[in-house]
């Protein structure tokens, strides 16, 4: 036998993790059990088994299984659920989540979920920490801007007073909630914008 013969398969790294989490698994229950277990292995031990995921494509095969999930006719919750989980562990580590979501039509998807979802807090929620990890890239972030995200995010809060308004506007133009004092339920906002 030659060497050639043991040399092992040259696989594309995404075409491994879309493997691993579309081609073996058809059915739900396969798919709930390997994001499970993909889970499970990146919450247990240190940062290194998620940056060798990511350097593997496993960013894109997620982002790609949330794309494929979300399409299909009513978009499956149990699947997507912690599907949007493991992408907020993995995201905060990827410093080109946002690029690639955008590249695979990932935010897209993510924010028509996070509008159907308005008045189902769950899944509104995760849609949000998807989109909290995609906006940290500065063209992401300038693009959910323009897809309306922020309109999309004073709808949630309430009530719509001018007060209110004008603190969470202080919040997002600033980056910060330190200086904000709370007397009760009112909120004392230095005067930005008045």
């Known amino acids: 036998m030659n060497q050639t013969d043991w040399a092992p398969l040259h696989i594309s790294e995404m075409g491994v993790w879309k ?23 990146l919450s247990v031990g240190t940062d290194r088994r998620i940056h060798y995921m ?30 949007f989980r493991l992408l907020a562990k993995v995201g905060l580590r990827d410093k080109k989540i946002g690029r690639k979501a955008l590249e695979l039509e990932a935010l897209d998807v993510t924010l028509i979920l996070a509008r159907k979802n308005l008045s189902h807090g ?40 001018r007060k209110r308004t004008r603190s969470i506007r202080y ?21 930005v914008f008045s």
């Open 122 to 161: 769950q899944n509104f929620l995760h849609c949000l920490w998807a989109l909290r990890v995609f906006a940290s890239s500065v063209s992401t972030g300038a693009m959910l801007g323009i897809n309306g995200a922020m309109e999309l995010l004073f709808k949630v809060i309430t009530p719509y007073t």
């Open 19 to 41: 493997f691993i989490l579309l081609g073996t698994s058809s059915d739900k229950e396969s798919i709930l059990t390997i994001l499970k277990v993909l889970g499970d292995l």
């Open 171 to 191: 919040r997002v133009l600033c980056n910060t909630s330190a200086p904000f004092v709370t007397h009760g339920e009112m909120e004392i906002v230095p005067r």
């Open 54 to 83: 990511i350097s593997k494509g496993g960013s894109e095969a997620l982002l790609q299984t949330l794309v494929d999930t979300a399409r299909t006719a009513p978009p499956d919750y149990d699947i997507l659920l912690p599907l």
